[in-house]
């Protein structure tokens, strides 16, 4: 039973890794959709509403966005090494630290999770509402650049969320599972000792 638990675990902890890296990769790559079916079309990023395409400047808007998400994701990334280096995934019997780097990962993930959906979201109306899909369809036949009409980038985090919830709830099920597994043993031994008495 513990070795299958242990495997298990081991899982789960790569798991949560996965979903830290997915969520960094994700991160430094967010924009570029936006980016490479509007650039050049504002030649001054100091006067946004000069453009050739109006919409573009949300490209310009998403910056101070993609800068916090590429940081926040590397806290996540940074707190899920931190599982391995406290052996959460290799311990029997978890101890304080192993308690408080699975909450801290939990509290950090689902927060960090809650702000960058708010964050794509209106981003992704604002996209949809205030992109001028035909004059960027003219840019792009005109400079060669990709026509982007869908937010399938965007969307793309449903799934980054979507695996690093599991994650938590895995890491967390895990630990619940644990606690019960190590009572059980104590209260076996217990019962072996007053037994043998």
Known sequence: MYKKHLKLQKFICLLCVVAAVLCFVYSLGIITDIYESTKG????????????????EIYYHMQGFNKEFVSRS??????????????????????????????AYSV??????????????????????????????????????????NTNLLDFHYWVAGLAIVSVVALLGNMIWKIILVRNEKKLIKAGEEAAV
């Open 41 to 56: 079309a504002i030649r001054d990023p100091e006067k946004l509403d000069r453009t050739k395409i109006p919409g573009a």
């Open 74 to 103: 590397l806290t996540v990334l940074l707190l899920s090494c931190t599982i391995f280096l406290t052996n959460t995934h290799a311990r029997r019997k978890y101890y304080i630290s192993n308690y408080v780097v699975i909450g």
């Open 108 to 149: 950090v993930t689902c927060a960090f999770i809650g702000w960058y959906h708010a964050q794509i979201e209106a981003f992704k109306h604002q996209f949809l509402t205030t992109m001028d899909f035909e004059a960027m369809r003219e840019y792009s036949e005109m400079w060669g650049t990709p026509y982007v009409d």
